[in-house]
């Protein structure tokens, strides 16, 4: 039997709800709890496999940048900076992704890789996004070698990591085989259906040729199938809301 690649049980009712409704008519009381409620989710939410909606209207946004900027370069460009630039489309108010400067997510990234002697991937680059609290903990997936498959379907536990019921688009880093490749997903949820593409430095647009729906477990086997090379899969989130980032 396959493992059970979600020990904790996912919350998809789109309500968080952490104590019973007390009643009580005393705004002081009202307020604290509230404000308690609303930290505790969101620590809950940064440990946790869960994916916020951008807005569907972010799909063209990420199509043009896709099409116009990336496709057309010169023999293409690397996987690491595609996701850079398309990180920079869905994060415009971070410092810039791709940028040489030294509060770049980019540089930062080279930074921990020589200091710790590691391997410049999307791991690393993922890592830096959850200390922002820009995603949350990936999923795992493990290919069978005596299966030959995956120790489960990598798509449907990708469906599971958000809300169905929020419409907009969700987006997903992705360590292909340990960070062999980098790549993105974009799954759009609207009309209670999901359609998920495939982002990297060959893709050029969310379109018929990016979309996987249905063989996310094939493209990711087409990349890479080794047992003791796993693939991660992170959710992300857009940029939180605050009185100096409304």
Same mark, same amino acid.
């Given at each position: 039997?396959?493992?059970?690649?979600?020990?904790?049980?996912?919350?998809?009712?789109?309500?968080?709800?952490?104590?019973?409704?007390?009643?009580?008519?005393?705004?002081?009381? %009202?307020?604290?709890?509230?404000?308690?409620?609303?930290? %505790?989710?969101?620590?809950?939410?940064?440990?946790?496999?869960?994916?916020?909606?951008?807005?569907?209207?972010?799909? *063209?946004?990420?199509?043009?940048?896709?099409?116009?900027?990336?496709?057309? %370069?010169?023999?293409?460009?690397?996987?690491?900076?595609?996701?850079?630039?398309?990180?920079?489309?869905?994060?415009?108010?971070?410092?810039?992704?791709?940028?040489?400067?030294?509060?770049?997510?980019?540089?930062?990234?080279?930074?921990?890789?020589?200091?710790?002697? &590691?391997?410049?991937?999307?791991?690393?680059?993922?890592?830096?996004?959850?200390?922002?609290? %820009?995603?949350?903990?990936?999923?795992?997936?493990?290919? *069978?070698?005596?299966? &030959? *498959?995956?120790?489960?379907?990598?798509?449907?536990?990708?469906?599971?990591?958000?809300?169905?019921?929020?419409?907009?688009?969700?987006?997903?880093?992705?360590?292909?085989?340990?960070?062999?490749?980098?790549?993105?997903?974009?799954?759009?949820?609207?009309?209670?259906?999901?359609?998920?593409?495939?982002?990297?430095?060959?893709?050029?647009?969310? *379109?018929?040729?990016?979309?996987?729906?249905?063989?996310?477990?094939?493209?990711?086997?087409?990349?890479?199938?080794?047992?003791?090379?796993?693939?991660?899969?992170?959710?992300?989130?857009?940029?939180?809301?605050?009185?100096?980032?409304?």
């Amino acid at each position: 039997m396959p493992r059970d690649p979600s020990p904790l049980a996912h919350l998809s009712t789109g309500e968080w709800r952490l104590r019973p409704a007390f009643r009580t008519s005393d705004p002081d009381t %009202l307020a604290q709890q509230q404000a308690t409620d609303e930290y %505790l989710i969101a620590q809950y939410k940064a440990i946790y496999r869960f994916a916020e909606p951008w807005p569907a209207s972010i799909k *063209d946004d990420v199509h043009k940048l896709y099409r116009d900027s990336i496709a057309v %370069l010169p023999d293409g460009m690397g996987c690491m900076q595609a996701a850079y630039q398309c990180l920079e489309t869905i994060h415009p108010k971070q410092p810039k992704y791709a940028d040489e400067g030294r509060e770049s997510l980019r540089e930062k990234v080279y930074d921990v890789s020589v200091k710790e002697n &590691k391997f410049n991937s999307v791991d690393l680059m993922m890592a830096e996004l959850q200390k922002r609290n %820009l995603a949350g903990e990936p999923l795992v997936v493990t290919f *069978d070698k005596k299966a &030959k *498959d995956w120790d489960f379907d990598p798509e449907k536990e990708v469906l599971k990591m958000f809300d169905t019921k929020q419409e907009g688009v969700y987006f997903f880093g992705v360590s292909v085989a340990k960070g062999e490749h980098t790549a993105l997903l974009a799954v759009e949820n609207v009309g209670g259906s999901q359609h998920v593409y495939w982002l990297d430095q060959h893709s050029k647009g969310l *379109d018929a040729s990016t979309e996987v729906t249905g063989r996310l477990g094939g493209k990711l086997g087409a990349v890479w199938k080794d047992p003791n090379r796993p693939n991660r899969i992170w959710p992300l989130r857009p940029e939180p809301l605050t009185p100096a980032n409304p």
